[in-house]
């Protein structure tokens, strides 16, 4: 019996996803509340299946080979259709996947060919005393919180937002890597042509990879996000923005802080115009220090503040903006 967590990497790049990484946090957890293995699996890369055995987080990783498919093609039925194979073989009780756009794609895929339940997009798992894993899920708009469990069916998976965990640290001397080649039925009707890589200029100012971040609310002008962005860029930090300013798209929802976008866990965030919605805040996580600026100084954000500034935000900006970028 085993516990299982499918690693999600950029075909491209050959790199696991980050959050790939901190799921196994999550996976080693709720392995050990059940006494069972854990073990990683990902499809089709000899590279990736090598990087994740290098770092030692995992004792063992079944990298699925493909026949007929290049390494880095990513063909979403075919992952679905060679993790179903490999499920069929074995006895997993839990199947994890971190909630990323493509395994968004893929689990509920895999759910439906075998049968079984599938709780998506979690904010946390625990075991409970019947050795239950309960998935919890804000509902409602915050309102709620689901405690969600899938009652006689295995494998139990579930879509997990693992971002604002940490790296886990190695835990194993060795880890063993296992290639395991499966056939898969539809595999000869697909034509690969070829595959490329988007370049994302905001990579590096993206929330979940930094330690201080600035959070940009609706009381920030255009312009002001604009230079947030580029101070960010200089200085190194991450940025992070309110539903309505990605609803405006004046961000993307790579940005979008909260219950419907990403949960981090910065040492500082800096709220800049925000006015501290439950739905914003339930992705600000553990913070040591939350330095606000509103010009209203009753706004819900003050009772998450450690430093609360009632001044204009986007005077501030500029102010900044002239330091920082000149
Ligand atoms: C189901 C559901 C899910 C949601 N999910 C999310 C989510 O994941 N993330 C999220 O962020 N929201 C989410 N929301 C929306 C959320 O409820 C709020 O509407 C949103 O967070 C508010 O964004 P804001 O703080 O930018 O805007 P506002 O609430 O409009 O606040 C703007 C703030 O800026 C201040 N201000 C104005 N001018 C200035 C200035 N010049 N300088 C300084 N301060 C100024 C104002 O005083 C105000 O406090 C969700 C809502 C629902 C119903």
Same mark, same amino acid.
Do not use: W
């Given at each position: 019996?085993?516990?299982?967590?499918?690693?999600?990497?950029?075909?491209?790049?050959?790199?696991?996803?980050?959050?790939?990484?901190?799921?196994?946090? &999550? *996976?080693?957890?709720?392995?050990?509340?059940?006494?069972?293995?854990?073990?990683?699996?990902?499809?089709?890369?000899?590279?990736?299946?090598?990087?994740?055995?290098?770092?030692?987080?995992?004792?063992?990783?079944?990298?699925?080979?493909?026949?007929?498919?290049?390494?880095?093609?990513?063909?979403?039925?075919?992952?679905?259709? *060679?993790?179903?194979?490999?499920?069929?073989?074995?006895?997993?009780? &839990?199947?994890?996947?971190? *909630?990323?756009?493509?395994?968004?794609?893929?689990?509920?895929?895999?759910?439906?060919?075998?049968?079984?339940?599938?709780? *998506?997009?979690?904010?946390?798992?625990?075991?409970?005393?019947?050795?239950?894993?309960?998935?919890?899920?804000?509902?409602?708009?915050?309102?709620?919180?689901?405690?969600?469990?899938?009652?006689?069916?295995?494998?139990?998976?579930?879509? &997990?937002?693992?971002?604002?965990?940490?790296?886990?640290?190695?835990?194993?001397?060795?880890?063993?890597?296992?290639?395991?080649?499966?056939?898969?039925?539809?595999?000869?009707?697909?034509?690969?042509?070829?595959?490329?890589?988007?370049?994302?200029?905001?990579?590096?100012?993206?929330?979940?990879?930094?330690?201080?971040?600035?959070?940009?609310?609706?009381?920030?002008?255009?312009?002001?996000?604009?230079?947030?962005?580029?101070?960010?860029?200089?200085?190194?930090?991450?940025?992070?923005?309110?539903?309505?300013?990605?609803?405006?798209?004046?961000?993307?929802?790579?940005?979008?802080?909260?219950?419907?976008?990403?949960?981090?866990?910065?040492?500082?965030?800096?709220?800049?115009?925000?006015?501290?919605?439950?739905?914003?805040?339930?992705?600000?996580?553990?913070?040591?220090?939350?330095?606000?600026?509103?010009?209203?100084?009753?706004?819900?954000?003050?009772?998450?503040?450690?430093?609360?500034?009632?001044?204009?935000?986007?005077?501030?900006?500029?102010?900044?903006?002239?330091?920082?970028?000149?």
């Amino acid at each position: 019996m085993s516990v299982l967590v499918y690693i999600d990497y950029v075909p491209a790049t050959r790199q696991p996803r980050q959050e790939s990484i901190t799921i196994v946090d &999550v *996976a080693r957890e709720i392995a050990s509340k059940l006494g069972t293995d854990v073990e990683g699996v990902l499809v089709n890369s000899v590279v990736v299946a090598t990087k994740m055995r290098d770092m030692k987080i995992l004792p063992r990783i079944y990298n699925i080979r493909l026949k007929n498919v290049p390494e880095g093609t990513y063909i979403p039925t075919l992952f679905g259709d *060679a993790l179903v194979e490999f499920c069929k073989k074995r006895n997993i009780e &839990v199947l994890l996947f971190p *909630a990323t756009q493509r395994c968004r794609e893929i689990a509920p895929y895999v759910a439906a060919k075998l049968d079984t339940g599938l709780v *998506a997009d979690v904010a946390e798992l625990y075991v409970d005393e019947r050795k239950e894993v309960i998935a919890v899920k804000p509902s409602f708009g915050e309102n709620i919180l689901a405690h969600i469990y899938i009652p006689d069916r295995k494998p139990k998976m579930f879509t &997990v937002r693992a971002s604002a965990r940490k790296t886990p640290p190695p835990q194993y001397e060795q880890c063993e890597l296992v290639h395991e080649e499966v056939s898969v039925p539809d595999s000869g009707k697909i034509e690969y042509v070829k595959s490329g890589q988007v370049y994302d200029p905001d990579i590096d100012i993206l929330p979940e990879r930094h330690d201080i971040v600035i959070g940009v609310g609706a009381g920030l002008s255009k312009e002001s996000i604009d230079l947030i962005k580029a101070i960010a860029k200089k200085l190194g930090i991450g940025v992070g923005a309110t539903k309505k300013i990605t609803d405006k798209g004046i961000l993307s929802t790579k940005f979008l802080i909260g219950e419907s976008g990403k949960i981090i866990r910065p040492r500082i965030y800096v709220a800049l115009g925000i006015s501290g919605a439950p739905q914003h805040m339930t992705g600000v996580k553990d913070y040591e220090m939350l330095i606000a600026v509103n010009v209203d100084d009753r706004a819900p954000i003050l009772n998450y503040s450690t430093h609360f500034y009632k001044s204009d935000a986007n005077e501030l900006v500029r102010k900044i903006a002239e330091l920082v970028l000149r």
